[in-house]
């Protein structure tokens, strides 16, 4: 059954429990993207500190790169592109 357009934008909201792993975090805002995506949404929010979260500095500064350079910031993009 085809939908008529409505001319709004469907969004999705992560909620998520960000952690010391920045591999994780991805994993979890990649796989968002596309259930986001599978759902109808053309956007999706994420919280501010989605990638890391961790109030040791020096553990953290570890996981710190510029976005270019980031391994995570380039899967996430990845995932967003493929998910539309």
Same mark, same amino acid.
Request: net charge negative.
């Given at each position: 059954m085809?939908?008529? =357009?409505?001319?709004?934008?469907?969004?999705?909201?992560?909620?998520m429990?960000?952690?010391?792993? =920045?591999?994780?975090n991805?994993?979890?805002i990649?796989?968002?993207?596309?259930e986001?995506?599978g759902?109808?949404?053309?956007?999706?929010?994420? =919280?501010?500190?989605a990638?890391?979260?961790?109030?040791?500095?020096?553990?953290?500064?570890?996981?710190i790169? #510029?976005?270019?350079?980031? #391994?995570?910031?380039a899967?996430?993009?990845?995932?967003?592109?493929?998910?539309?």
């Amino acid at each position: 059954m085809a939908t008529e =357009p409505t001319g709004k934008t469907r969004i999705a909201l992560l909620q998520m429990t960000s952690g010391l792993d =920045p591999q994780a975090n991805c994993d979890t805002i990649s796989a968002a993207a596309h259930e986001a995506a599978g759902n109808g949404a053309t956007m999706l929010f994420t =919280p501010e500190m989605a990638g890391l979260i961790d109030r040791d500095r020096s553990r953290a500064s570890a996981s710190i790169l #510029p976005e270019g350079d980031s #391994p995570h910031v380039a899967a996430v993009a990845a995932a967003a592109r493929e998910a539309g």
